[in-house]
């Protein structure tokens, strides 16, 4: 078969979908990737997958370059002919599936998180319903990542229980992000893994390392991802810089792997405000290291309170620094039975294998 994948950045799929793309190719697809173009593109063409250059404004609901995204679409799937689609991210999923249900072409898109269009303004979360009916109402198949997103798309009346089926986020690859003992080293060092943006719980961390550094100096916070985010919460380096200049934030900028610096940690945190399932997490809790992180759909699915890591409350800066504190505290016995008990619990639901299975076999069931 034909296989187009879909997303508004090709660093997503080789980030987080590489695994996927490589078992379509294995299986004996014909795989595209139908993408805004970036540094990664080359990489996915090295796998042995093709690349298809898609022009969008991956950030606003504008409804011009909406209904000109939807023609987009319209075009490339008429050109590239595929047998089905499968979809990653709010505008693809949606008017991705518009495109292909006029063309008759099979769509399956994953609900990777509900993000800021529901996070947002009452008239916001309008929007996004009636968008979220008219794209993708009628689909058979649709992938969500975590229970609380499943009830919320079907009580709020966007979606109906029978399209909608489960996954793991991404999965993750257990032989590529591999245990490893926590660091030997007197301080206790915090990484968050993140773009910048508000949404994810960037200002309450920085904030909240502000508080714990007063009290334990031995305390380290780093921030690792990119600035300039295409997002309508992003923060900028100006409203950063003061935390890095008293030093309760070691930014380390961005990194193509981020597994030296997750080695490098004590401890992975993300206070993010909602997520589908976060991959930083996920990929921290492979490697064996214990977790903060929010009460909030997404996150708290990947962690067990207590056990492989600690919930805070949300957009709650002292709940944060408690909870950095607590985990300061511990006996480096219970910090290393933390991050044993992560690594178990994606060993036992979150292998990679789980969503290639469930991915090969929804495509059967839509092409037929």
């Not at 050109?79 to 499968?86: M, N, Q, S, T």
């Not at 996070?119 to 794209?135: N, T, W």
């Not at 934030?249 to 610096?261: N, Q, S």
Request: glycine share 8%.
């Amino acid at each position: 078969m034909h296989i187009v994948l879909t997303v508004n950045a090709c660093w997503n799929i080789w980030n987080f979908r590489r695994p996927l793309v490589e078992a379509l190719l294995a299986d004996g697809h014909r795989v595209t990737v139908l993408a805004p173009r970036d540094t990664t593109s080359a990489k996915l063409e090295g796998l042995g997958a093709q690349f298809s250059e898609l022009d969008m404004d991956v950030d606003g609901l504008n409804p011009v370059s909406s209904l000109a995204l939807i023609d987009n679409f319209r075009s490339h799937f008429h050109a590239l002919l595929p047998d089905v689609v499968l979809s990653y991210t709010v505008k693809n999923n949606i008017f991705g599936a518009m495109a292909a249900r006029t063309l008759g072409v099979p769509f399956l898109p994953n609900v990777t998180g509900l993000g800021t269009l529901f996070l947002g303004s009452k008239p916001l979360f309008m929007v996004g319903k009636a968008l979220y009916r008219a794209g993708m109402g009628a689909l058979p198949i649709i992938f969500v990542q975590n229970d609380d997103d499943r009830d919320f798309l079907t009580s709020n009346g966007l979606l109906r229980a029978e399209q909608l089926r489960m996954l793991p986020g991404s999965g993750i690859d257990l032989q590529s992000f591999t245990a490893s003992p926590l660091p030997d080293s007197p301080d206790c060092i915090f990484l968050m893994v993140s773009r910048l943006i508000r949404d994810k719980g960037t200002m309450e961390y920085c904030e909240a390392a502000r508080i714990v550094r007063e009290v334990r100096p031995d305390c380290r916070f780093q921030l690792l991802g990119p600035m300039g985010s295409a997002n309508r919460t992003a923060i900028s380096e100006a409203e950063l810089q003061p935390y890095f200049d008293d030093g309760s934030i070691e930014y380390l900028g961005r990194a193509d792997d981020v597994k030296p610096h997750i080695e490098a940690a004590h401890c992975v945190v993300l206070p993010s405000y909602r997520e589908g399932a976060p991959r930083s997490l996920i990929e921290a809790a492979a490697m064996g290291r214990p977790i903060i992180t929010t009460d909030v759909p997404g996150c708290r699915a990947v962690v067990k309170n207590g056990e492989s890591g600690l919930l805070c409350t949300v957009r709650d800066t002292a709940s944060l620094a408690n909870a950095c504190l607590g985990f300061a505290g511990m006996p480096g016995s219970d910090k290393h039975a933390m991050g044993e008990a992560g690594r178990a619990l994606m060993a036992k639901d979150f292998d990679v294998s789980i969503v290639i299975d469930r991915y090969r076999a929804a495509i059967a069931e839509l092409v037929g």
